[in-house]
């Protein structure tokens, strides 16, 4: 029974894009089917997954940060200086409506997601690299998301800064810091469910999805998926762009381009659902990213893979 689990999470794992995909499918066809799922459901999900990113981190997953400073902070600028100014900017140029702009900014503001990790092994980056900027990033989260939240939304919506610190926390932090000293004081128990957490991370990101109102999602103008769409590929592009201007090398370029790309979107959809619940449009954007950037990381996992498999063959 426990191999049988290891390989549906080793399937779920390897096609994470079409796990997603038939949620949203789902979502938008039998709405009622996750009716059921309050919205406070999002925030104990994403927790789940969050505590699953502590239990495969040790402290030597750091050691990157510290004998590749310059990466990691080439990659940490790129994340919290060009995603929110991107986000701002496309809302500016596409003229969205307040709500959904709020929701866009959100994602904009967030840390690197933990599917960036996946996506730049599929790519043959720098694991190592892109583990310890999200972890970076991460622990970051809670000052910097709502401060530049609050400096780039703070005019329209009231901000409450410190319960999205708290909340970030919370959710975040917390459930992390518990997965590490989970996998440091119970390694052999770990070690027997980590098989298993692709499934579990997957499906709970699924199930953040499916949660938000399908007729939500059906009601957003195409201008909404541009902008999530452009914030995705823009930020994988400047990414590399970035880190190609310093020297980084190749490895090092797609890990940080990848972790760059892709924003913690659940956790944006889960603080639009939290501190924003009078904008329920807002949690859109979030949700939209999610589906989305499992199609471009795939994609970009192709691209950098065929880079490196030349680069191997010279």
């Given at each position: 029974m426990?191999?049988?689990?290891?390989?549906?999470s080793?399937?779920?794992?390897?096609?994470?894009?079409?796990?997603?995909v038939?949620?949203t499918?789902?979502?938008?066809?039998?709405?009622?089917?996750?009716?059921?799922i309050d919205?406070?459901?999002?925030?104990?999900?994403l927790?789940?997954?969050?505590?699953?990113?502590?239990?495969?981190?040790r402290?030597?997953?750091?050691?990157p940060?510290l004998?590749?400073?310059?990466?990691?902070?080439?990659?940490?600028?790129?994340?919290?200086?060009?995603?929110?100014?991107?986000?701002?900017?496309?809302?500016?140029?596409?003229?969205l409506?307040?709500?959904?702009?709020?929701?866009?900014?959100?994602?904009?503001?967030?840390?690197?997601?933990?599917?960036?990790?996946?996506?730049?092994?599929?790519?043959?980056?720098?694991?190592?690299?892109?583990?310890?900027?999200?972890?970076?990033?991460?622990?970051?989260?809670?000052?910097?998301?709502?401060?530049?939240v609050?400096?780039?939304?703070?005019e329209?919506?009231?901000v409450?800064?410190?319960?999205?610190?708290?909340s970030?926390?919370?959710?975040?932090?917390?459930?992390?810091?518990?997965?590490?000293?989970?996998n440091?004081?119970?390694?052999?128990?770990?070690r027997?469910?980590?098989?298993?957490?692709?499934?579990i991370?997957?499906l709970?990101?699924?199930f953040?999805?499916?949660?938000i109102?399908a007729?939500?999602?059906?009601?957003?103008?195409?201008?909404v998926?541009v902008?999530?769409?452009?914030?995705?590929?823009?930020?994988l592009?400047?990414?590399?762009?970035?880190?190609?201007?310093?020297?980084s090398?190749?490895?090092k370029r797609s890990?940080?381009?990848?972790?760059?790309?892709?924003?913690?979107?659940?956790l944006?959809t889960?603080?639009?659902?939290?501190?924003?619940a009078?904008?329920?449009?807002?949690?859109?954007?979030g949700?939209?990213f999610s589906v989305?950037?499992?199609?471009?990381?795939s994609?970009?996992?192709?691209i950098?893979?065929?880079q490196?498999?030349?680069k191997?063959?010279?």
């Amino acid at each position: 029974m426990k191999n049988k689990l290891i390989q549906i999470s080793a399937w779920i794992a390897a096609h994470i894009t079409l796990v997603v995909v038939l949620v949203t499918a789902v979502a938008l066809f039998l709405p009622s089917s996750f009716v059921w799922i309050d919205t406070s459901a999002i925030t104990p999900m994403l927790g789940v997954v969050m505590f699953s990113m502590g239990l495969t981190l040790r402290p030597s997953d750091f050691r990157p940060v510290l004998q590749h400073p310059k990466d990691i902070l080439v990659g940490e600028l790129a994340q919290f200086l060009i995603m929110p100014s991107l986000a701002w900017l496309l809302c500016k140029l596409l003229s969205l409506p307040e709500e959904l702009a709020l929701g866009v900014i959100l994602v904009g503001c967030c840390p690197g997601g933990t599917a960036s990790n996946v996506i730049c092994y599929l790519a043959k980056g720098d694991v190592a690299l892109s583990v310890a900027m999200t972890g970076v990033s991460t622990l970051l989260a809670p000052i910097v998301t709502p401060a530049l939240v609050w400096l780039l939304a703070g005019e329209s919506v009231e901000v409450d800064v410190a319960g999205m610190f708290l909340s970030i926390v919370q959710v975040v932090i917390v459930p992390i810091v518990l997965g590490v000293a989970a996998n440091h004081y119970f390694q052999r128990t770990t070690r027997r469910i980590v098989p298993l957490l692709p499934m579990i991370s997957t499906l709970s990101i699924a199930f953040i999805i499916g949660i938000i109102d399908a007729a939500s999602i059906l009601a957003c103008s195409l201008i909404v998926a541009v902008a999530v769409i452009l914030h995705n590929v823009l930020g994988l592009a400047l990414g590399y762009g970035l880190s190609s201007l310093v020297g980084s090398e190749p490895s090092k370029r797609s890990a940080i381009a990848i972790e760059v790309g892709m924003q913690n979107s659940g956790l944006a959809t889960s603080l639009a659902a939290t501190h924003f619940a009078l904008f329920p449009m807002a949690a859109v954007p979030g949700a939209m990213f999610s589906v989305w950037h499992n199609f471009s990381g795939s994609i970009a996992a192709q691209i950098f893979r065929k880079q490196a498999d030349k680069k191997d063959e010279k």
